[in-house]
């Protein structure tokens, strides 16, 4: 592979950069380390951080005086009106779950320069405390990319801006840093055992961590939103059933089956056999009975009205294009409408993304090459079920990564 210019993070952007950041991560993450392997490490290597929070990076970019280079969803990057400050900061921006020669070159290009990058291996910050998936080529990349790995665990930070809801709740997060492989260590390793220990670094469950970590976050007893998420009752099974009231009080309309959530973010109810402690076994919950019905029905197909929008590349914002309907069924997305002016039936394959950029009551993201609709359901509730129905297929039509 020829070898490609590396462009290093201009100095007085990235101090800049890193000043707002620790402010950030001082103020809302109340970041402590536990470890920091990285503060004084040198050479090229690569550091793989999980995924809480849309503002994890705010907690990394000041853990050593080197200036980092991070990898971040083409989607985000060129949605924002900061792209020009981002480019000096030298942000790698990539097609999520797709990766492309020129993204490759320009990531290995950091590597073979001597300087440190940062990747998101599950690309996406989690609505129900749950990791998302690792893609199964993250693994043989690590090895390409043939350099020493540390891994950058964040703890509690999605309790501070979970993705159902708006705004920051600070509260105490943690931050452990350290070294998972060393380069000698890794090209000597399988596959299966790099997958393996990332995995286990990595994947999470901010529930059960949160036992542990005990912290109260700001508002942290207002669950408003999180019935986008857990749309379905876990016990009648009636989707669409679930409501919020009093702001920390979650109910399904049809059985009655109702909690209570606490300062810890905990839920509680005073029937012990009904209680479901955590939303991210609720949201199991939920899964697993979408997933199960999936398996009997494979023809299975989930359709809604929608708002498309389009990213443009040089507004760097998601601009209106039409109207239409977006379906989804084992194998493909469907998109059908008035897109500019012009009448569209676009088919997208599916079948290997297990998960899409999404905001739970609003919208999904669709991606076709550099398009990427973005689609406003006219009933955001299903936004939730459309997500459920593509991880769970995804499982199905790729039985390595699920279950048999």
């Known amino acids: 592979m020829e070898k490609i210019e590396y462009a290093q993070p201009q100095l007085i952007v990235y101090r800049a950069a890193q000043l707002v950041a620790n402010a950030f991560a001082a103020y809302v993450f109340k970041r402590e380390y536990i470890r920091n392997e990285i503060k004084n490490a040198e050479g090229a290597y690569v550091v793989i951080a999980n995924h809480q929070a849309a503002y ?28 020009g400050i981002l480019h000096r900061l030298g942000v ?21 320069n001597g300087q440190p990058l940062v990747i998101y291996p599950a690309g996406l910050m989690c609505e129900d405390g749950i990791s998302t998936p690792i893609p199964q080529a993250t693994y043989k990349f690590l090895k390409w990319l043939d350099a020493d790995v540390y891994v950058a665990r964040a703890s509690g930070t999605y309790f501070t801006m979970p993705k159902w809801t708006k705004g920051f709740r600070p509260g105490k997060t943690y931050m452990d840093i350290y070294k998972l492989f060393d380069r000698a260590e890794l090209k000597k390793m399988s596959v299966g055992q790099v997958k393996a220990k990332t995995d286990e670094a990595i994947l999470f469950d901010a529930y059960r961590e949160q036992e542990t970590i005990l912290a109260e976050y700001k508002n942290n007893g207002n669950i408003e939103g999180i019935e986008n998420v857990l749309y379905a009752c876990p016990h009648c099974g009636g989707e669409f059933t679930v409501k919020v009231k009093n702001r920390s009080t979650i109910y399904c309309t049809e059985c009655g089956f109702e909690q209570s959530s606490d300062k810890y973010g905990f839920l509680h109810n005073t029937d012990a056999l009904k209680e479901i402690r955590y939303i991210s076994d609720w949201s199991k919950a939920i899964f697993k ?48 409408g008035r897109i500019n ?18 905001k739970p009551g609003k919208y999904l993201e669709v991606q076709q090459g550099e398009d990427i609709y973005r689609c406003a359901l006219d009933d955001g509730r299903l936004v939730m079920k459309f997500i459920n129905t593509l991880k769970a297929f995804f499982e199905i039509n790729n039985p390595i990564s699920g279950e048999k």
């Not at 000041?62 to 900061?82: E, Q």
């Open 56 to 83: 994890d990076f705010a907690n990394l970019i000041g853990a050593t005086k080197r200036r980092l280079t991070f990898v971040i969803s083409n989607s985000f990057y060129n949605s924002l009106p900061i792209t």
């Open 92 to 112: 790698i921006p990539k097609q999520q779950f797709q990766t492309s020669v020129s993204d490759m070159r320009r990531i290995k290009a950091v590597i073979e």
């Open 289 to 336: 009975r979408h997933s199960a019905m999936l398996r009997k029905n494979p023809d299975y197909t989930i359709s809604a009205k929608t708002r498309i929008f389009m990213l443009d590349y040089k507004k760097h914002k998601f601009k209106w294009v039409g109207l239409g309907e977006l379906s989804l069924g084992r194998d493909k997305f469907n998109i059908k």
């Open 341 to 358: 002016g012009e009448e569209v039936n676009l088919n997208i394959p599916s079948s290997k993304l297990p998960t899409l950029p999404f």
